[in-house]
């Protein structure tokens, strides 16, 4: 008896070496009489970018033509993308600036000093701050039937009209031709009720606090619809700046006014937590990173045959029974070899037990996207008993037998590494649940 196995995506030599020996100790302590041998593809069959990376933006060469490096231009982010980074955070809470103005307020802990870059902001004082000083000052008392600034501009939120209608308004035909009308009402009422919002208003008690607050809850109103409008929505950048400064304008704010004070205080940290303007930055770089892993995947569903036969040559190259063990790709390319060669009714020679770790191969089965087989097709005669081990945090591993329900061939086994995503798709190796489900399977198969 002898164990081939075939590793996964993305790696190349001195990974492979490194897990490989760690497979054939595991295995060879249980099975001292096997033969444990490993299939390397990654450097034949593995991708690479042929041109260079020439079809990447942001790729380029280094050093320059006269031999400088390129400077490091990630310091400073362009202006549209620290726009798009606020953005992405207003969808993923489009609460998130509402909450700075109700837990932060105006004159908080520390006063206007506390504000990054300054008491307002990044752009500095602005002419109306200055002029309502004296109007922004909370001193605990009000006129008396004077209703406060904040709670005017949430009253003015409450009127507004759910559904604002396609034709002679302006911003129902935004929302209609933005595919957000369908969202928007929902996105009222998530603002307009929220303790955000009441908070942010309790604490607005002159003029220019007010407009901010217009213009916090007009963002808040306008990524809430588009965060439940999703990929459903067509919203350019300009007709978004213009759902909010009609929606500002509504609610009785300046639709110049830059709400300084939220956009201080979540604007670097846009930056930090959202993706965009990393990738802008590193684009080339991370390309290059995730070739290996994402390109071989992409590869072998263009070209795969070659290296479905480079596995069938190695496997028929020796007499006896052979235990099929593959990671993630390895996986598919196994479980693609076995079913097309038994669906021609010439069984890989030798192949008793298929055995795929963290594998894809069940859920390109459901898509179609299995080179081997349609959704609902059985698996053909001559194909061999299959072990399939997942780990429920590994976002790359399914389950098999649901989707081959009645099949005794096939069946599932759970193992928990405790690691989180990416670690856990890597983490089966040292698992001796693992091997013992492994020697269990081999037993059950009557391998000798």
């Not at 603002?191 to 407009?211: I, K, P």
């Not at 008793?352 to 609902?376: D, R």
Request: net charge negative; charged share 25%.
């Amino acid at each position: 008896m002898r164990f081939l196995f075939v590793h996964g995506t993305g790696v190349r030599r001195e990974r492979h070496d490194r897990l490989f020996a760690l497979v054939r100790e595991r295995l060879t302590a249980r099975f001292p009489d096997a033969a444990v041998e490993s299939c390397y593809w990654g450097d034949r069959f593995g991708a690479t970018l042929g041109a260079g990376g020439r079809s990447v933006p942001g790729l380029r060469p280094r050093p320059l033509p006269d031999g400088a490096p390129y400077p490091d231009d990630a310091g400073t982010p362009d202006p549209v993308d620290a726009e798009t980074a606020e953005w992405a955070l207003l969808l993923a809470d489009p609460l998130c600036e509402l909450r700075v103005l109700a837990e932060a307020g105006w004159d908080g802990v520390g006063g206007r000093a506390d504000w990054p870059d300054g008491p307002d902001g990044p752009d500095g004082p602005d002419d109306d701050d200055r002029d309502d000083r004296d109007d922004d000052h909370d001193d605990g008392f009000a006129m008396p039937g004077v209703q406060p600034a904040g709670q005017r501009v949430l009253g003015l939120l409450a009127a507004l009209a759910p559904a604002p209608p396609p034709d002679g308004d302006e911003l129902g035909a935004l929302l209609h031709a933005t595919g957000l009308a369908a969202g928007y009402p929902a996105a009222l009422d998530c603002a307009a009720g929220s303790g955000e919002a009441a908070g942010a208003a309790a604490r607005a008690t002159g003029e220019t606090q007010a407009r901010e607050v217009a213009t916090a809850l007009a963002r808040a109103v306008t990524a809430a619809a588009l965060a439940l409008a999703g990929a459903e929505a067509d919203c350019t950048g300009a007709e978004r700046d213009r759902i909010v400064e009609l929606l500002t304008t509504r609610l009785g704010g300046d639709a110049r006014f830059p709400g300084a004070r939220a956009a201080a205080v979540l604007g670097r940290l846009a930056l930090r937590v959202t993706t965009q303007p990393l990738l802008n930055a590193r684009r080339g770089a991370l390309t290059v990173g995730a070739t290996p892993a994402l390109g071989d995947i992409l590869r072998y569903q263009a070209r795969g045959h070659g290296l479905r036969d480079f596995l069938h040559e190695r496997i028929a190259a020796r007499p006896g029974p052979t235990v099929l063990i593959g990671h993630s790709l390895g996986g598919i390319a196994l479980v693609d070899l076995l079913a097309l060669a038994a669906a021609r009714g010439a069984a890989v020679p030798g192949a008793h037990l298929l055995v795929t770790v963290g594998s894809q191969a069940p859920f390109l089965y459901e898509l179609g996207a299995l080179t081997a087989l349609e959704p609902g097709e059985k698996l053909p005669h001559g194909f061999p008993r299959w072990l399939n081990v997942y780990d429920r945090h590994d976002v790359l591993a399914y389950l098999a037998g649901p989707v081959f329900p009645g099949d005794p061939r096939v069946s599932d086994h759970e193992v928990t590494t405790r690691q989180p995503f990416p670690a856990c798709h890597s983490a089966y190796w040292k698992q001796d649940s693992l091997y013992e489900r492994i020697e269990q399977a081999v037993a059950e198969a009557e391998i000798g």
